[in-house]
Nanobody, 119 residues
Framework: QVQLVEPGGGLVQAGGSLRLSCAAS????????MAWFRQVPGKEREFVAT????????YYADSVKGRFTISRDNAKNTVYLQMDSLSPEDTAVYYC????????????WGQGTQVTVSS
């Protein structure tokens, strides 16, 4: 089992950058595919990006491709989301999630962190 904690988030101006981190406690971080999702009030949670357990494979939603970068440091049990060229449309609560053994289902979630982009 893994617990996910997401410090950070915050307020940034449009065009700016922000890096989110998600620290995982528990065992065997390398067994988990990791991902970031986001949610705006009144809307469904939206996939943002995912990274394989090894870190060698990544995949992005079209809305963030070329602007966001997901990465992980398995020695630190941490996954990151570097967000550049932010726009007000990126304002949301961002969640990290873990998929044990990459079965295609994210069974573990962080508490979420607010990102607000001002125009």
């Amino acid at each position: 089992q893994v617990q996910l904690v997401e410090p950070g988030g915050g307020l940034v101006q449009a065009g700016g950058s922000l890096r989110l981190s998600c620290a995982a406690s528990g065992r065997a971080f390398t067994m988990y595919r990791m991902a970031w999702f986001r949610q705006v009030p009144g809307k469904e949670r939206e996939f943002v990006a995912t990274i394989s357990s090894s870190g060698l494979s990544t995949y992005y939603a079209d809305s963030v491709k070329g602007r966001f970068t997901i990465s992980r440091d398995n020695a630190k049990n941490t996954v990151y989301l570097q967000m550049d060229s932010l726009s007000p449309e990126d304002t949301a609560v961002y969640y990290c999630a873990a998929d044990r053994n990459s079965v295609g289902s994210y069974g573990y979630w962080g508490q979420g962190t607010q990102v607000t982009v001002s125009s």
